[in-house]
Structures are given as C-alpha cells and as structure tokens.
C-alpha cells in the first residue's frame, strides 16, 4: 500500500497533464459545470410565485445550489465509463500488467481531472460568493474541518460506488445503463433534485439511510449550518458505513470478476 501510495503524486500529476491537454473537454466542462444552477433556478421560480417552503428562503436555495455545483463536480461517476470502454476495446489487459491496481489508475487519473477542473471553477464559486448578497455560508473553523472531512468521504464514496458498479462489465455489456438507472433514482434522495429536507416524510427518511446524500446533500447541509453535532456524526456513519460496504462489494466482485474478464471488441 505504502508504494501505492507514492505513485499517487506522479500519477495524478501526469492524469492533470493529459487533461489540460484537451482544452475543448475543458471548455465543455466548464459549461457543463454549471447545471445544478438549472435546479437552482427551477426553485427560485417557486419561490417567487407561490412563496418559500417553510424554513427555506431565496438566499437559502442560492446558497445550497452554489454549493452543489461543486459537489457535482466532484462526483467520482467518470470512472464507469472509462472502466467500461476499457473493458470493449481491451485497453484494460494492459492496464493488469501494469504495477498499481487498476483502480488506483482510474482513481488517479480521475482526480487528475478533476483537480485540473476545480482550479476553474472554485475561484469563480469563491467570486460569487463575495459578491451575491444571497449567498451566506455560517463559516467556523471548526465546520471547515467538518466540510473538508465531509467532502474528501463524499469523493471516496462517490468513486467506490462507481468503480463497483463498474465491475458489472465482466457479466454484462449494460454497465453504463445501470449505473444510470442507479443514479437516476439516487438524485432524488441525494439533495439534487431538492434539499432532503424538502422531501415527503417517507423519501426523506430513506434518504437519510440511503449513500447518495453523502455523495452531495450532506456536506453541503454541513456548509449551511443546518445540522447540529448528532446529525453531523450520524451523517458521517452512514457515509463510513457505505464506504465499508462498496470496499467490500469491490473486493469481491474483482475477484470474481476479473477471472472471467474478456475483451467485446478489439
């Protein structure tokens, strides 16, 4: 692990080399940067014809949409389509000769990018947030510590989720429609479609169980202050508690599935 570990920086920084290479990918991420504001946007009209949820004002959805946009962006669900192209064209058999795990590979070359992306879009996030008077995050230090924990266990678990999802390509050539399928239903109790709170009863408290607000609506509840010290710590389980239970889906699914691993196509 401990020489793993040391390959990360090389790796990582050849990844943002690559990346930085394709400066039209760029661009595009950047416009795509911004979809989240869609959603913000959505409920602020809302909000102006029929008057805020309860709790909720304008500058409270300015603020939670903000936020979001960086967690979207740090969603770790690349990966699945680069496991699955790899696994058609048989660019993985040459990933396994390599001396890191696969996964390390991907996982790098995926914080490469969005390493590379984030240079763009947190100075912008941080200029709006200067400069909208909407936008007020309750900053302590403290709750920075908070936040930045929180945020590194929504990419961990963001990118295991989808590596494990991934390792359906050794049975089966609808990775991608999966995973779709799993997140599509996930953005309803993750605090993308609406903040958690705002939920029916039922779908809120699924929500609370459920991996996908850790990936995004938890951290970005932590920013906003909406949480006491209990919620925070039983966010945290649950967000630890999956992070076990995809390690551990991964492990097994690796084992099994890469002695059956063929190319699609060559």
Do not use: C, K
């Not at 020489?3 to 080399?17: C, E, G, N």
């Not at 058999?93 to 914080?111: E, I, K, N």
């Not at 999802?165 to 799993?182: C, D, E, H, K, Y």
Request: hydrophobic fraction near 55%; glycine fraction near 10%; charged fraction near 10%.
């Amino acid at each position: 692990m401990r020489d793993v570990l040391s390959a990360y920086p090389s790796m990582v920084r050849s990844a943002t080399l690559v990346a930085a290479a394709y400066r039209g990918r760029i661009v595009l991420s950047v416009l795509t940067a911004f979809f989240p504001l869609l959603m913000m946007a959505v409920w602020l009209t809302v909000v102006a014809e029929g008057g805020p949820p309860a709790g909720w004002t304008t500058g409270d959805f300015l603020s939670y949409y903000a936020a979001a946009t960086l967690l979207w962006n740090l969603a770790g669900d690349r990966v699945v389509w680069q496991w699955d192209a790899d696994m058609r064209s048989g660019d993985l058999s040459v990933r396994l000769l390599r001396p890191v795990h696969p996964f390390h590979q991907y996982a790098s070359g995926d914080l490469g990018h969005r390493l590379l992306f984030l240079t763009v879009l947190v100075p912008g996030l941080t200029l709006a947030a200067l400069l909208v008077p909407g936008l007020d995050y309750p900053v302590t230090p403290a709750r920075l510590v908070a936040v930045a924990a929180a945020l590194v266990l929504a990419y961990a678990l963001s990118l295991l989720m989808a590596s494990t999802f991934a390792l359906l390509g050794f049975w089966s050539t609808q990775t991608s429609n999966v995973w779709l399928l799993w997140w599509g239903l996930g953005s309803f109790t993750s605090g993308w479609v609406a903040p958690l709170a705002l939920m029916p009863d039922w779908l809120h408290a699924a929500g609370l169980v459920l991996p996908f607000r850790t990936a995004m609506g938890f951290p970005v509840e932590l920013l906003m202050g909406r949480l006491d010290a209990g919620q925070a710590e039983y966010g945290f389980a649950v967000g630890l508690g999956w992070l076990a239970v995809f390690g551990l889906l991964y492990r097994i699914g690796w084992r099994h599935g890469v002695r059956r691993y063929q190319a699609v196509a060559g």
